[in-house]
């Protein structure tokens, strides 16, 4: 079946740090992968989003590149700020309906 | 556009009752997801809906929980008899068409004591 696994957290940065948290998946076929962030006490939101292989998807300075090759999808930010403080979850959707989540990645900048 | 709608925000009940999730989806989706997040097992689907039909409850917990949705503009996520380890925060979420995005509502925070 499909499946998500994320870089275990908690990540801690400076601001203005170099951001990287690593996704790679497991899926049959031609999955969308999907970053989604969570805000203290809210629910998710979709941050950014690829549907084939090669795709980048970007939002807010973020970046991640759907690598077929290497079943991955890593998600990027060249400068972080305190505001991007959440937890993140790498996702994908398949030719099953719904989505399957990674385990979430915690990331707290300090100022 | 309002987004997914949840209520209630936060539900404290006792052990035994009844509760009961409500969900408004995005208008012209045609997707539902219930989805049930913990600390210890992160994010589960429960249930979820196409064009107000159920496909597959497989992750639902066991008999206490239901899930109906009677029109495409609202569905509900029963509990009965509720328990302490129900306590989670429970999301629903909705897409439209097969390979969208999910918009998810704020949750609603369980406790039962």
């Known amino acids: 079946g499909n499946s998500v696994t994320q870089m275990e957290g908690p990540v801690t940065l400076s601001e203005e740090a170099f951001l990287t948290i690593n996704c790679t998946y497991t899926?049959?076929?031609?999955?969308?992968l999907f970053w989604y962030v969570q805000y203290p006490g809210e629910g998710l939101q979709l941050l950014l989003k690829?549907?084939?292989?090669?795709d980048k998807g970007s939002n807010k300075g973020f970046e991640a590149t759907y690598r077929k090759e290497t079943t991955s999808f890593h998600l990027e930010k060249g400068s972080v700020q305190v505001s991007d403080s959440a937890v993140y979850f790498c996702a994908l959707r398949g030719s099953a309906r719904q989505l399957t989540f990674g385990s979430g990645t915690q990331l707290t900048v300090l100022p | 556009d309002a987004g997914v709608i949840q209520s209630p925000r936060h539900e404290v009940t006792e052990m035994g009752q009844e509760v009961t999730l409500r969900c408004k989806p995005i208008?012209?989706?045609?997707?539902l997801f219930w989805y049930r997040q913990t600390m210890m097992r992160g994010l589960e689907l429960l249930i979820y809906?196409?064009?107000?039909?159920?496909?597959?409850d497989s992750g639902m917990p066991e008999d206490r929980f239901s899930a109906k949705m009677p029109n495409a503009s609202f569905s509900t996520l029963k509990i009965q008899p509720s328990e302490p380890r129900d306590s989670a925060v429970y999301f629903c979420?909705?897409?439209?068409?097969?390979?969208?995005?999910?918009?998810f509502g704020s949750g609603t925070r369980l406790t039962v004591v």
């Open positions: 899926a049959t076929g031609y999955p969308s």
């Open positions: 809906f196409n064009n107000n039909v159920p496909i597959d």
């Open positions: 979420a909705s897409s439209f068409a097969v390979l969208g995005g999910y918009t």
């Open positions: 208008s012209g989706h045609d997707y």
């Open positions: 690829a549907t084939k292989a090669d």
